[in-house]
């Protein structure tokens, strides 16, 4: 709007004042913004006055504040945000409800603030959209998540400075899509005109038709908000008074802009059930430690549902092994080979943001002869033994694994380590078993054997085959014995700079708190000896292999 335009508009205000502000455009009367029946005057007389006004505005006749405000911060902001400026402070005269409504700047001090609530915005707005920047193309060349202005809906104005305020998505006069927004927001469409979310538009957050008033969520439940693909963005982040500030969020508590919703009332999947059980992913347990932009191998111990899934890009496309899970669309990772990746490709790269290289990981609770290594060279396809998570198995003879599983499968982390149950959510997320496995396991010395003791890998491998000896001879004796899979097998994998193909082949990595040296020749070794053969030098449940051979 070029400046003489707008005096030569304004010029006819007081001719207009009480009406409407022109032809196509919405009235102010009747709308919030008409002070004149509770104050008198004319529509327009509480903002705009034909004389006197403060100069540089459009003959603004509002008291403006003098309010220091709290400016929106976030550890992901791009954007040089400052104090409010521009037609922003108009907005804010009335809105940070420290300037009475009806005072102008030739009138009496005094009258009544707007109300607590929704539209007032206070002096605090670090819980509000971010305004009075720079919107510019260095932006979103620096943001690759925020469209170019230069190809912007022309409704959406920044100011003569290039700079993004109120009035970029209000307009005073005119309310015909609610909220004074300049354009409708529907299915997030004003949103995502400027923002452009990895995968949005494939995501089910941004199609999905549940309705979202069940959610605990009080924020969802007021007003008619529809289904979920209708209120989109505002699902988890709200425009004002976000709770969680930062990326304006609901809430403060990052996992309870999920669980609103991920409690089995709105979507089907009960998260939180699962967040109760004895070993788990305790997203509730960790606070304001998360940062999306945190290094992997680096980051402080803790783990969110962000940290697993990319709420914005999440799908519910089924996917098999080595492929990255729908639920896990769009997440961050790290490789195979150990370099950080901002979109996996594979489901195991997520597990690897923590459970590899970066020192704060949780610790096994079993002693074995070789010391696991970060858990990313277990599954290192080099190593001499591996459960097949990044690369098929190096053992060519696995009469055990029950069809249609042959030695060329895939198989995922979290085919072992998931909730208990087949009824409830996938995912590992918790589990009524220790390490968070999907299936009973037990590790204990003189475990009775039974289909359910080992019921984890008897998913995959026949219970059969395995007591009918079809590989290891010894099997069934050491099993009927009490003597647990754990006391010989590492369920992950031996590292090559650790183990070798003559010692550890088959998964063989001793548990040390069972398996004690031979007193004979001091050795504690597996030998492979070829297909179904092999030797151990070891003592176990008193007795000697000094060796013993199969
Ligand atoms: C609640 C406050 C408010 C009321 C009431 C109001 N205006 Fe405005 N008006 C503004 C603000 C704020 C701007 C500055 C907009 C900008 O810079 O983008 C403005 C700008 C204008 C402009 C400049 C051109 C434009 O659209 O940016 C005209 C013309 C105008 N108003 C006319 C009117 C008329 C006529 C009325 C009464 C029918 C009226 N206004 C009532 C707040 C108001
Ligand atoms: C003269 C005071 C005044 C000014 C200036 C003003 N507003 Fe308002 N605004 C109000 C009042 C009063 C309400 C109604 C508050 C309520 O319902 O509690 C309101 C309500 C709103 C609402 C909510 C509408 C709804 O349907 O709930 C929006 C959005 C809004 N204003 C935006 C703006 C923007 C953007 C500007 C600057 C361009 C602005 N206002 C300037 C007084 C003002
Ligand atoms: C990036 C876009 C954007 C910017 C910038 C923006 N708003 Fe809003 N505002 C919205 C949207 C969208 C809504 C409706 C939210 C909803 O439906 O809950 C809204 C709602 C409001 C409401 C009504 C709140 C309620 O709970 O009813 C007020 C008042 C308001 N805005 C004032 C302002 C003021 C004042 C500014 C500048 C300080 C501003 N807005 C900046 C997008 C924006
Ligand atoms: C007119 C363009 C525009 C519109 C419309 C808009 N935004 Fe923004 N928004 C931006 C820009 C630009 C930034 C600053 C991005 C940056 O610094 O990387 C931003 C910042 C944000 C941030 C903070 C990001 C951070 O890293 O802290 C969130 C969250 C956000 N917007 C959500 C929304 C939502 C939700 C809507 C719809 C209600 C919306 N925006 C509408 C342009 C817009
Ligand atoms: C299902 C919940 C959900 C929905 C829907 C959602 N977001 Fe987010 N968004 C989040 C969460 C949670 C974060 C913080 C992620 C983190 O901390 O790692 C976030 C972060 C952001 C950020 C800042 C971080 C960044 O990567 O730049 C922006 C901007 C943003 N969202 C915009 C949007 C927009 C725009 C939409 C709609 C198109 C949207 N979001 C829809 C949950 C959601
Ligand atoms: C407003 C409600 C709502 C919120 C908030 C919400 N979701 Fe969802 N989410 C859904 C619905 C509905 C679906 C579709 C599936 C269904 O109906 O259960 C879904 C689907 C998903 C899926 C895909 C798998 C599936 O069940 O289809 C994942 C993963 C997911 N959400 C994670 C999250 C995360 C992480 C957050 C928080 C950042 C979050 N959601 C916040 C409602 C929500
Ligand atoms: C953001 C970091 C992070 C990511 C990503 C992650 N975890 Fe974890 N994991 C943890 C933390 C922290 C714990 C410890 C439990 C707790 O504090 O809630 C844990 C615990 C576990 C445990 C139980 C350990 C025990 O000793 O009982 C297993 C098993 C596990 N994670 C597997 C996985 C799998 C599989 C994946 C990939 C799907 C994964 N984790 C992704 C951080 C992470
Ligand atoms: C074939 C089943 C299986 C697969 C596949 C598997 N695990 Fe495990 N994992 C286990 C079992 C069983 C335990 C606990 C008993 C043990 O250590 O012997 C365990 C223990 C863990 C622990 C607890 C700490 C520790 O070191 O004992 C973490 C963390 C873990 N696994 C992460 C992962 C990750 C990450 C992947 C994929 C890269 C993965 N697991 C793949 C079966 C599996
Ligand atoms: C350690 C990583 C991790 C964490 C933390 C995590 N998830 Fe998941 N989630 C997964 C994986 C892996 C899947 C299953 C993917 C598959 O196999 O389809 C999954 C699946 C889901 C599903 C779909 C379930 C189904 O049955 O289809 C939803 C919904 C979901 N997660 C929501 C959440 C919410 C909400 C949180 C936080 C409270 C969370 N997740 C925390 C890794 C995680
Ligand atoms: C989700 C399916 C699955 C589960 C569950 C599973 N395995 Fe496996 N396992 C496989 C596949 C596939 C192979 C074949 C790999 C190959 O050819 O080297 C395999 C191979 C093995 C091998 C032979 C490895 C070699 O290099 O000779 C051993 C030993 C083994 N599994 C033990 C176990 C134990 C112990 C458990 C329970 C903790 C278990 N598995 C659970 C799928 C599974
Ligand atoms: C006393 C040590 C020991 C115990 C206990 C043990 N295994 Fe083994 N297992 C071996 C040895 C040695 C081999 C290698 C056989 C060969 O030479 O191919 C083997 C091979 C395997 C194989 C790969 C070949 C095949 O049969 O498909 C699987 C799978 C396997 N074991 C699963 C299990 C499971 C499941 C348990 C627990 C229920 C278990 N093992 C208990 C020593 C043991």
Not at 378 to 405: D, I, K, Q, R, T
Not at 458 to 467: D, G, V
Request: a neutral charge; charged letters at 15%.
């Amino acid at each position: 709007m070029r400046a003489g335009s707008t005096t030569a508009a304004l010029i006819c205000l007081a001719a207009l004042a009480g009406s409407s502000r022109g032809a196509g455009t919405g009235s102010i009367q009747g709308t919030p913004h008409d002070l004149s029946p509770v104050a008198g005057g004319g529509s327009c007389s509480f903002c705009h006055t034909p004389h006197g006004a403060l100069p540089g505005t459009p003959l603004w006749s509002h008291k403006l504040s003098t309010a220091v405000y709290k400016i929106y911060e976030s550890s992901s902001l791009k954007a040089k945000v400052g104090q409010p400026t521009g037609s922003s402070k108009l907005c804010l005269s009335c809105h940070d409800g420290t300037v009475a409504l009806t005072e102008t700047i030739t009138g009496a001090a005094g009258g009544a603030y707007i109300s607590a609530g929704g539209s007032n915005l206070g002096t605090d707005l670090s819980d509000d959209h971010p305004i009075s920047f720079v919107y510019s193309s260095g932006l979103s060349a620096e943001d690759p998540q925020i469209r170019p202005p230069l190809g912007l809906s022309p409704l959406l104005k920044l100011d003569r400075s290039g700079e993004l305020q109120c009035t970029t998505c209000h307009d005073a006069h005119d309310n015909r899509h609610g909220k004074f927004l300049v354009m409708p927001n529907d299915r997030s469409q004003m949103c995502v005109s400027c923002h452009n979310m990895k995968s949005w538009t494939t995501s089910v957050h941004e199609s999905s038709a549940v309705l979202v008033a069940a959610s605990s969520d009080p924020y969802l439940q007021s007003g008619n908000r529809g289904t979920l693909a209708e209120v989109g963005c505002l699902a988890c982040h709200r425009p004002h008074g976000a709770g969680g500030r930062q990326r304006l969020l609901h809430f403060a508590q990052l996992e309870e802009n999920c669980l609103d919703c991920h409690n089995g009332l709105v979507a089907n999947t009960d998260i939180r059930a699962d967040m109760l059980k004895l070993s788990r992913h305790n997203v509730l347990r960790y606070r304001g430690i998360h940062d999306p932009r945190e290094v992997p191998s680096a980051a402080p111990l803790h783990v969110e549902c962000v940290d697993c899934h990319n709420p914005h890009a999440t799908q519910r496309a089924p996917a098999q092994a080595p492929a990255v899970p729908g639920a896990m669309q769009g997440a961050s990772g790290v490789t195979i080979t150990g370099a950080p990746t901002a979109n996996v490709q594979f489901g195991y790269e997520v597990c690897f943001k923590c459970h590899a290289d970066n020192p704060e990981r949780p610790q096994s609770r079993i002693t074995r002869q070789i010391t696991r290594c970060r858990r990313r060279c277990e599954f290192e396809p080099s190593g001499p033994s591996f459960h097949p998570v990044a690369a098929p198995g190096v053992n060519p003879n696995v009469p055990s694994l029950v069809p249609p599983m042959t030695v060329a499968t895939l198989i995922y982390c979290t085919d072992c380590h998931g909730s208990d149950g087949g009824s409830g959510a996938k995912g590992p997320h918790g589990s009524i078993y220790p390490y968070l496995l999907a299936g009973r396991y037990e590790t204990a010395d003189f475990t009775p054997e039974s289909s359910s003791s080992y019921e984890l890998c008897y998913r995959c491998h026949s219970r059969n085959s395995i007591l009918g000896d079809q590989s290891f001879a010894g099997h069934s004796q050491h099993l009927q014995n009490g003597i647990p899979c754990s006391a010989c097998h590492d369920p992950h994998g031996i590292t090559a700079s650790q183990g070798s193909r003559l010692n550890n082949s088959h998964l063989i990595n001793f548990d040390v708190a069972i398996v004690r040296p031979d007193p004979v020749t001091g050795r504690q070794a597996f030998e492979d000896l070829g297909v179904f053969h092999g030797r151990c030098y070891l003592s176990c449940h008193g007795r000697s292999h000094s060796p013993k051979e199969y």
